[in-house]
C-alpha cells in the first residue's frame, strides 16, 4: 500500500531564513501531490497542489518541487515568519477520490 | 461562504456507549470524507461519499462505525458500541466534483473514550 514520509523531528528556523520539508513516498506514482497546513486544534488547511507533469509550483513565498523519479516533494517557505510556525502535511491521491496524508512535520520559526 | 462544520467539538464518553458525530459540509460540495487522527499518527482515511453514496470505504475500522448521508447534504458518523481505541479526532471534509480538487476541512471533533 501507499506509504508517506514526511520528517517527523521538528524543525526549527531563524525568522528570514527558508524552511524546506521534504515528503517521500513509496509505491503507487499518484496524479498529483498537495501540500496543507495545520493548527492547533484547527483542521488541515489546503497550500498548493502540484501534478506529475509540473516540476515546480510557486504561491507567494511558498514553493514545492515533485520529483516523480525520486518520489519526493520538497516544501519550502522562503523568508519564514513566526506565523508561519505549524505542521505541514504532505498528501497523495491514491486513485481517484481517495487522498491520504503524511504524519506531517512540525515548524517552529523564531523571531 | 460557511465552511465545513462539523458538532461536537469535543465529545467524552465511556466505553460501551454509544456517539454520533456530525459534519456539515460546504454547500454545493458532492464529495464528502470522513479522516480520523490517533494520537502521534497520520489522519487516516475512513471513507468517501458521492452525495448520499458511499463510494469508497474502505478505511472504515469495523462494523461498530456506521457513516451515513442521507440526501446528500450532512453526515453522520455513529460508534456503537465504542472502545478505548476510537479515541481520536475525527474531520471530515468535503470537495467539489473534480478528482484532484482541494479538500475543505472541518476543524474536526476530539472524541475520548474513558
Known amino acids: 500500500s501507499q506509504k508517506i514520509e514526511q520528517n517527523s523531528e521538528a524543525l526549527n528556523i531563524q525568522e528570514g531564513k527558508t524552511a524546506t520539508l521534504t515528503c517521500n513516498y513509496t509505491?503507487?506514482?499518484?496524479?498529483?501531490l498537495q501540500w496543507y497546513r495545520q493548527d492547533p486544534g484547527r483542521g488541515p488547511v489546503f497550500l498548493l497542489l502540484?501534478?506529475?507533469?509540473?516540476k515546480e509550483k510557486r504561491k507567494e513565498r511558498l514553493k514545492v518541487t515533485f520529483d516523480t523519479t525520486l518520489k519526493q516533494s520538497l516544501f519550502h517557505i522562503t523568508a519564514s515568519q513566526p506565523a508561519d510556525s505549524a505542521t505541514y502535511l504532505c498528501?497523495?491521491?491514491?486513485?481517484?477520490?481517495?487522498?491520504?496524508f503524511g504524519a506531517g512535520t512540525r515548524l517552529f520559526v523564531k523571531a | 461562504e460557511a465552511g465545513v462544520t462539523q458538532f461536537p467539538s469535543h465529545s467524552v464518553i465511556e466505553k460501551g456507549q454509544t456517539v454520533t458525530l456530525r459534519c456539515d459540509p460546504i454547500?454545493?460540495?458532492?464529495?464528502l470524507y470522513w479522516y480520523r487522527r490517533v494520537m502521534g499518527k497520520e489522519i487516516k482515511f475512513l471513507l468517501h461519499?458521492?452525495?448520499?453514496?458511499?463510494?469508497?470505504e474502505s478505511g472504515m475500522p469495523n462494523n461498530r462505525f456506521l457513516a451515513e448521508r442521507t440526501g446528500g447534504t450532512y453526515s453522520t458518523l455513529k460508534v456503537q458500541p465504542a472502545e478505548l481505541e476510537d479515541s481520536g479526532v475525527y474531520f471530515c471534509?468535503?470537495?467539489?466534483?473534480?478528482?484532484?480538487?482541494?479538500?475543505?476541512f472541518g476543524s474536526g471533533t476530539q472524541l475520548s473514550v474513558l
Open positions: 471534509a468535503s470537495s467539489q466534483a473534480q478528482v484532484g480538487e482541494k479538500l475543505f
Open positions: 454547500s454545493g460540495h458532492d464529495n
Open positions: 502540484i501534478r506529475e507533469n509540473e
Open positions: 509505491n503507487y506514482s499518484p496524479a498529483y
Open positions: 461519499f458521492v452525495k448520499e453514496s458511499k463510494q469508497d
Open positions: 498528501a497523495l491521491e491514491t486513485g481517484g477520490f481517495k487522498t491520504i
